[in-house]
């Protein structure tokens, strides 16, 4: 309430006087980090924060910075919540909770089984089991709530203990890192799918260690931090 704010128009070098002292906005959130974060957008242009803290899903009001709860009771065990927004739907995992969905009106669950990671490829969703993160299930085309039971791949082989990290897909091509390799996926559906190794084969920690923009994937190895263009035919070159 006081009058003792001054704003400069010229870097500093002369200073005018307010009719307010230090206006802020302060946040306040229970002990524990952020669990995941997703900016969700509509088809209509509408975009919206969505966050997962502790047991609970909420979206953010970008005014007032005030918390909706969405979804309470989720699994106080999950520790990294990964989604993506199609059809006007947000579909998320967790790896406790089963493949769930939130379509900006009802939150709710579409299977029981529990996924640890889930990317959109080519009109699939694909997501890789917690049970068996070497196997990687895909959705029907279009249809991404229904899943037939031989619609799967192994990255590269079942029960290799090197367990699918990351999954990235760029360039009309699905990158998929374990923590010692890396390889790619081409083809549009399971009579054409073809899974090979890359020729950088350098794995990656999570899927929090790989980013992509529209022509490049970048990855945290071992050994630095590498970009791959995801056509299968240049080695990653580090930055």
């Not at 309470?72 to 927004?85: F, H």
């Not at 997501?127 to 799967?152: C, G």
């Amino acid at each position: 309430t006081a009058t003792t704010a001054l704003v400069s128009t010229d870097s500093g070098v002369t200073w005018a006087t307010q009719t307010f002292a230090l206006n802020f906005k302060q946040s306040y959130a229970t002990d524990g980090g952020v669990k995941g974060v997703v900016r969700a957008t509509k088809s209509d242009g509408t975009t919206i924060s969505v966050f997962w803290h502790g047991t609970t899903m909420y979206t953010v009001n970008e005014i007032t910075g005030a918390l909706t709860s969405i979804k309470t009771g989720l699994s106080a065990s999950a520790t990294n919540y990964r989604a993506v927004v199609v059809n006007d739907i947000l579909y998320y995992v967790n790896g406790f909770d089963g493949l769930r969905k939130w379509d900006f009106t009802t939150e709710s669950q579409v299977n029981s089984t529990d996924y640890t990671h889930i990317t959109l490829h080519k009109g699939l969703l694909f997501l890789v089991r917690k049970d068996d993160p070497n196997r990687v299930d895909y959705s029907n085309f279009a249809d991404y709530e229904v899943y037939t039971s031989t619609d799967f791949i192994y990255v590269p082989a079942p029960k290799t203990g090197d367990p699918t990290a990351a999954v990235q897909s760029l360039n009309g091509y699905l990158m998929l890192w374990t923590q010692n390799n890396k390889y790619i996926l081409s083809g549009d559906d399971n009579a054409t799918f073809s899974l090979d190794e890359a020729p950088d084969q350098k794995g990656t920690y999570t899927q929090e260690t790989t980013t992509v923009d529209k022509n490049f994937a970048y990855y945290l190895s071992n050994d630095g931090v590498y970009q791959t263009n995801g056509s299968g035919c240049q080695t990653a070159t580090t930055l």
